[in-house]
């Protein structure tokens, strides 16, 4: 499927956003496909390189009824942010899961969104994000408009419980993002600013969940999209859950993934039964 940044990209894409996708490929047949894939679905490939030394990452999915573990075969590229030419500067820029060689990289990004200080980012740590810790990438954190994190990444870069959300949240705000969201793979999340303190429960969908794979690139992708859509932090919540749990009621992470109609149907079907609630 490309992983999260493709994840999310074809999230966007079909809530109705113009949407590129930055990533590094290889000239081999995944990378290939993961191209005409994006394409397929509107996703401006104009932004991927394609490195023909290397090879596309590669993931294995191990699952075991809604349960998963993931095997991840990262590959070496020569990580270079490049830009873009003043004609082309998007509006919101989103950063998610990136490999272990591309600290580097996310340091040209920041001196990047120094320079375009109206481009606003929504930042979602990975694995190797979250061990370089928030010092490291202090920057970004900074820069947010919108701070994503699992639950699991929160405890990692808080040192607090998730029974104690009130202090989650409140940590993860003193790291300078104007709003943070923290998000479970059932599709509930926790949320706060510098005004507000919410939570949502997940959404139940008439189809059971029968893998998780893609329920966290789904929550933050739609988040996002509710945000560039320019909707207020409790509305964009009622947006998130909905996609994770349709993305999570089949196999695969893009499959399930809504188009704008049918998302907005679905939440006009519950109107006032699913509601973000303050904290």
Known sequence: TGGSAANAAVAMSRLGLRVGLASFLAHDQIGLDILSAMRSEDVD??????DTPSHTVRNFVLTFGSERTILVRHADFNYRWKGFRDF???AWLYVNSLGPDALSYQDELADWLDHYSNVRLAFQPGTFQLEAGTERLSRLYARAELLLCSGAAANVITGVPSSE??????????LKARNVVVFDESGGAIAANDTA???????VDTVPLIDV???GDAFASTMVAAFVSGLPLREAL??????AATTSSQYGTQGGLLRHDDLI????????QFVARDL
């Open 45 to 50: 490939t104009s932004l991927i390189h394609v």
């Open 197 to 203: 303190r919410l939570q949502i429960n997940p959404y």
């Open 165 to 174: 959300s009130g202090r989650v949240l409140d940590e993860l705000l003193k």
């Open 88 to 90: 082309e500067v998007p």
């Open 213 to 215: 794979t893609g329920a």
């Open 238 to 243: 009622r947006w998130a859950p909905v996609n």
């Open 265 to 272: 149907n679905r939440l006009d079907a519950v109107q006032s």
